[in-house]
């Protein structure tokens, strides 16, 4: 399953269809003759194995946890997928739309392993990977995809060939607008550079910038939050919560892990105002903060939190850029799906231990319920329990940027379920 994208509506992908056969059987019927690159008929019999493989390997920040529901997978026959849930959950299409529901070749593909980057991808969507070059200590690297004639699903690949490129600063990506190596450039442009390229945009009367590019905005889809990590020791500390979340009060621009636009949002954090945090524990507190140092203006973003929160006079807090086990994260990161449980998946995953049975209840509940009074209120609910947990902090809600030189173009059907940029509407 797919969604187009900031939609709430499921769209069938490789399956023909998708319905709920009974209260907890979702039944999906593949569509005929689908293959995967290399060859191999994609049957019932693959899905099974994927599915299964993803929950077994289980990796971290994957989306693994929005099957949590599955019990089991029966394949009645090579087009045929019933899955078997151990509750009612309506949000199960959902998760089929997730990264994790990715289809790969059982023959080829371990069951108890990542795949190697060394070893070729062999999928069966819009695209083939056919090149990947990866530089881990430049941030850099490039993936060469060429179009999949024989894909069948909802978003079929406009161009021959994509190259994918990867640089580790906003000022290459600039120059390579200037020099005309690029046609399409989304995210990794820092905020100046945005602003230079805006006023170019605002000053021509063709509305591109000097070298080029047209503007394409996307309103709302860059979110930031500030995520305890579920091993931290200070995550416990509920006093300490409440004051990092009162130190970032005043620069809050976001008011729920549910980001405007989603259905479902409902204000649920304090913004602004003079927001006091208050030092309850004697000695100050060491901690360790962690930032994609790839994404745009990380740096920056990372060092303002830092000195608010040594604002309040308790803590000290180091950078770690990249570091997966520090105490807190910057997360710059957009959902799997444009849902309101999606959203919310991190904090449910993981909420304080005081607080883990209701959630769970409440999450349930919702899953279940078709009545759109009850939904919005156990979603209200589950928002505001974040807010008292204070386990997963929104920080700021704003809009990004496609910027596309002439004679290429980005249509809105280019983006995942979730407003990742999915290069299938590419066009030059």
């Known amino acids: 399953m797919t969604a187009a994208p900031g939609q709430d509506v499921l769209k069938p992908d490789a399956a023909r269809d998708c319905i709920f056969t009974a209260?907890?059987?979702?039944?999906?019927?593949?569509?005929?003759?689908?293959?995967?690159?290399?060859?191999?008929?994609?049957?019932?019999?693959?899905?099974?194995?994927?599915?299964?493989?993803?929950?077994?390997?289980?990796?971290?920040?994957?989306?693994?946890?929005?099957?949590?529901s599955l019990r089991r997978i029966e394949t009645p026959d090579d087009l045929t997928v019933q899955f078997v849930l151990s509750r009612e959950d309506t949000q199960f299409g959902w998760a089929l739309a997730s990264p994790a529901a990715s289809i790969v070749d059982e023959q080829l593909y371990d069951a108890d392993e990542v795949r190697s980057p060394d070893e070729p991808a062999v999928g069966s969507g819009p695209f083939v990977v056919t090149s990947f070059d990866e530089d881990p200590d430049k941030a850099s690297g490039s993936i060469v995809?060429?179009?999949?004639?024989?894909?069948?699903?909802?978003?079929?690949?406009?161009?021959?060939?994509?190259t994918y490129r990867t640089v580790a600063d906003s000022a290459t990506i600039e120059d390579a607008m200037e020099k005309g190596q690029v046609d399409v450039v989304w995210r990794g442009?820092?905020?100046?550079?945005?602003?230079?390229?805006?006023?170019?945009?605002?000053?021509?009367?063709?509305?591109?910038?000097?070298?080029?590019?047209?503007?394409?905005?996307?309103?709302?889809?860059?979110?930031?939050?500030?995520?305890?990590?579920?091993?931290?020791?200070?995550?416990?500390?509920?006093?300490?919560?409440?004051?990092?979340?009162?130190?970032?009060?005043?620069?809050?621009?976001?008011?729920?892990?549910?980001?405007?636009?989603?259905?479902?949002?409902?204000p649920s954090f304090p913004l602004g105002g003079k927001a006091k945090p208050k030092v309850t524990w004697k000695s100050r507190i060491n901690l360790t903060l962690a930032y994609d140092p790839t994404a745009p203006n990380a740096a920056d973003l990372a060092d303002q939190i830092r000195n608010r929160l040594e604002d309040t006079g308790g803590l000290s807090v180091r950078l770690a850029p990249g570091t997966a086990d520090a105490d807190l994260v910057l997360v710059d990161r957009k959902a799997w799906t444009s849902t309101a449980l999606s959203w919310l998946q991190p904090y449910v995953d993981d909420p304080v231990p005081a607080s883990a049975t209701a959630v769970t209840a409440t999450t349930n509940a919702f899953r279940a319920s078709t009545n759109e009074a009850d939904t919005t209120r156990l979603l209200t609910s589950l928002q505001r329990e974040a807010a008292s947990d204070l386990v997963l902090l929104p920080i700021s809600q704003s809009d990004e940027t496609v910027w596309v030189r002439a004679g290429a173009d980005v249509n809105?059907?280019?983006?995942?379920?979730?407003?990742?940029?999915?290069?299938?509407?590419?066009?030059?």
């Open 189 to 266: 442009l820092n905020t100046a550079a945005v602003t230079r390229l805006s006023q170019q945009v605002g000053g021509s009367p063709e509305r591109v910038t000097s070298s080029g590019f047209s503007e394409k905005v996307l309103p709302g889809t860059r979110v930031l939050e500030l995520q305890w990590s579920p091993g931290s020791a200070s995550r416990r500390n509920k006093d300490l919560r409440t004051a990092i979340a009162l130190s970032l009060q005043g620069d809050r621009t976001l008011d729920s892990v549910v980001p405007n636009g989603i259905v479902g949002h409902v």
């Open 412 to 428: 809105g059907g280019s983006y995942g379920p979730g407003w990742q940029l999915g290069l299938f509407g590419i066009t030059a």
């Open 145 to 162: 995809f060429d179009r999949y004639p024989q894909y069948k699903g909802f978003s079929a690949a406009d161009m021959d060939s994509i």
């Open 23 to 68: 209260a907890t059987v979702y039944t999906c019927t593949l569509q005929k003759d689908l293959t995967f690159a290399g060859g191999d008929a994609l049957t019932s019999s693959d899905v099974k194995f994927s599915i299964e493989r993803a929950l077994r390997l289980d990796v971290a920040g994957s989306s693994t946890s929005l099957l949590s």
